[in-house]
């Protein structure tokens, strides 16, 4: 969830961010990098999903998978490109990712029992929806792109509090982040628990 937080905040600040780093010349590129912020922070789960099926000695399927999400990018190259540019690469690439996916999940489904817990990701989508609203606005009144910290942190605050409000972190969940970080980290856990685990 903390990924995908950071992905909808670049969403989010993604005009800020651009002209900040690279120059007001590149400001046509705002609505490629958001499209594919939204794009990575709903497909993040295939980062840990993509080398399962090679872990389970299904190299053929996944080169299958591959071909058919590259003749899908082909495609979808063919039809969005030549209108709307580099939109539309973005779009494209946003439409493999979910493909990708979506084909990989399926695949899996078959070979072994997958679960998600579909609670946490609709409060965390939620969480970021708000926030990233919230920062719309505030850019709307107060524009600058040598604000872009502000709008982080005030976005990654509204994050949190949402979480805290939705209840969407669960002791458990906690317990789990200690158990995987190690005792090293476990001061600073206790802390972010406090602030976002609901009492």
Known sequence: MADKSCLHRLAAT????????V???YVEGVTPLLIL?????????STALSGLLVVLGETMLSLKLTALNAIIGIGS?????PSLGTTGASLTRGIVMATSLLTTIIALRNKIRLSFDLEAFWKSLLASIVM???VYDIQALYYSKFYLPIYILIGGVIYLAMLRVTNAIRPEDVRL??????PRFSPLVKRFEKLIVSS
Do not use: M, R, W
Not at 177 to 182: I, M, N, R, S
């Open 37 to 45: 912020s939204i794009f990575f922070a709903l497909t993040l789960t």
């Open 77 to 81: 190259a063919q039809l969005l490109l």
């Open 14 to 21: 993604a005009k800020p961010a651009l002209t900040l780093f």
């Open 23 to 25: 120059g007001e010349a």
């Open 132 to 134: 990233a609203l919230a």
């Open 177 to 182: 982040t200690k158990e995987y970080l190690g």
